[in-house]
């Protein structure tokens, strides 16, 4: 245990399906459990039926049978205006709101965990967030009372927890991230300590609740063979049936055959069926063989955009928990012809090479040889006109600072006038990877006057500095004069500005959350009222009886008591989903 006076920087995986918190003890990373004493607190949030706001565990246990009040894969939808409802009373949540209660959680539990106040953090991204994603996390982070440190590239954060800049050649690896609900391919370059991205792909819409879903179906079409009633006849049975096959789809990463068991799954008419239902790891296969393929895709494009062979490839990491699937893995072995590392649990990779590159930024002697750089997570650069026969085209977009530079850095370019009498020149800041800057994001623009004359006599040097911090500075030279004018793109759209995010704090302190230490009651009784509405008979009665005396317990507010009762339901509420 390690209760020290300082508080050290930790490092944050904010995930899609699952966050995490880490910080790195004696060299040694380590990972921080909830409030439940898990070490992967799902990215949910819900509304209470006492109207407070439950996050974690006991949020993701009230997905099905509260789905109208509980929010998940927020970070889908980071960076965009959209607004999520909890309940009907009225409370609407950006996504960075929600983000930011999941990073309060993580907060607290790293503090009761440590022992101290936990404020400085190293968050993670996805490769391909870009600017305005990555702002939206880092205001997320300030909401929840966290400084950011740094914000790390996700497949990054992962080499560097295997250790791949430390190694003393020069390395091409390739990061496999199968996560909840997103597939991404990330292709890195390791020099000397720095890790450079490639290329990246990926397809946003394939992970492991896919293939969890398949095997849903699976079990759909044989019950059907049987001339049973259609399992996904009712909404509430088909969850149930989707988390069965979740649970059957773990088991399958470890054994060869298993069950998908959920008992008095309600069907249309009212009726209700016992699923229990025998499956091969080999059946599961074939059910995925469509998702499997669906894999290979990414992969090549990222490694065609990198200019890489298969063979040419030194090191293949896998990452995500949907990695641990056998198929996924014997997949990544047939394309690249070596065995994939996978020494370190896919889910908590990230997180333990957050908490390294935390250290690092703290100056922890442990670490004190390694030497991380990031690059631009994107192409930065400004709007110019191609000549196009006698005329000019407007709109093309000319990149000063390329995707994948080692940043800080600093690049110039120099333009000119196009047209005679011209008196300025508008500087219109893209960032983005297409041809076209309607295709890309604009971060902001001025116009610089130059002196009249005829075209291209005029010139202007653009030079773009990009800081660690994402933050880009615009400075142009008119050559002829040289007068020089800065701009300065913290404030790019979307951003929040430091007053908006105390106002969103402010909001945030004025909402009820269940009390942490409450934390572990409140998700023994979601889960166990979520199987409750799902059983008839004898089971309900029992499972009824227990959850009495549970509520009674938390009335009585007697702490023996209140433990007692919590661990019969948890214990209840296993036996009877094993069936
Ligand atoms: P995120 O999407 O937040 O990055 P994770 O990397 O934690 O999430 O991945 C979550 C996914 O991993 C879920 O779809 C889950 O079903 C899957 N998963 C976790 N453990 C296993 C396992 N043992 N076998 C197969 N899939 C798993
Ligand atoms: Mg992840």
Redesign the pocket.
Known sequence: MNAGTRSPIVGI?L?????LIAVLEQGVPRLLPNAVGEF?TP?AVSMGDDGTLLVGAAAAARATTHPERTALAFKRDMGTERKLRLGDGGLELSPQELSAMVLAALKRDAEAALGVPVVEAVVTVPAYFDDVQRQATRAAAEIAGLKVERIVNEPTAAAIAYGLHHRDRELRAVVL??????FDVTVLEIMEGVIEIQSSAGDSRL???D??AALAEWAAARREQAREPDLRSDRQGWARVLQAA?EA??R???VETTRIVAPQVPVRGGARLDLDLPVTREQAEEAWAGLQERLRAPILRALGDAGLAPHQVDEVLL????T??PCVVRLAAQIFGRLPLRSLP??EAVAMGAAIQAALKEGDASVEDLVVTDVAPFTLGIETAVPFGRQFMNGAFAPILERGTVIPASRVQQFSTLADGQEAIRIAVYQGEHSLCRDNRRIGQYQVRVPRGPAGEQSVDVRFTYDLNGILEVETTVRSTGKVALLVLEQTPGRMSPKDVERARRAMAKLKFHPREALPNATALARGEALYLELTGSRRDELGYVLARFRAALDGQEATAIDACRLQVLQLVDALRRG
């Open positions: 995986d995930g899609t399906t699952f966050s992967l990215s991230d199968l996560g909840g609900g997103t992970g492991g609740g293939f969890s979740e789809k773990r399958l990463s470890e990452v995500g928990g949907a641990r699937m896919p889910d």
